[in-house]
């Protein structure tokens, strides 16, 4: 299983951002998807996750401005950013929890990270 996380750069204070990521391998099922973060000094944290449902979870810190969404048919979750600002600067990492083919139990799968730079 392998997760392909796209559309970090660098963006000023207020700006938008979309990042993207898609599962692909031998899955059976994938349950929960969402991204986290790491500031450079500081442990990763959970961002935004979705269920397989729909359901959401945010950070209180990007509620109202980051929304999370996904397409199962294509494997694929989403981040919106809007308002961004430079605490919001980190490697952003996806995570999805995979259940293969011909397995019963999800395991963590993660993407490579995508830097996202707010900066003027």
């Known amino acids: 299983v392998q997760l392909q996380a796209f559309g970090g750069g660098l963006v000023q204070p207020g700006g938008s951002l979309r990042l993207s990521c898609t599962a692909s391998?031998?899955?059976?099922?994938?349950?929960?998807m969402g991204w986290y973060r790491q500031a450079q000094g500081k442990q990763r944290e959970l961002v935004a996750r979705?269920?397989?449902?729909?359901?959401?979870e945010y950070a209180n810190s990007v509620k109202g401005r980051f929304t999370v969404s996904r397409d199962n048919a294509k494997k694929t979750v989403y981040l919106q950013m809007n308002s961004l600002n430079p605490e919001d600067t980190a490697v952003y990492y996806c995570?999805?929890?995979?259940?293969?083919?011909?397995?019963?139990?999800?395991?963590?799968?993660w993407g490579q990270g995508t830097q996202v730079t707010v900066s003027s």
């Open positions: 979705i269920s397989s449902g729909g359901n959401t």
């Open positions: 391998g031998s899955i059976f099922s994938i349950n929960d």
């Open positions: 995570r999805a929890d995979v259940i293969i083919r011909g397995g019963y139990v999800p395991s963590g799968y």
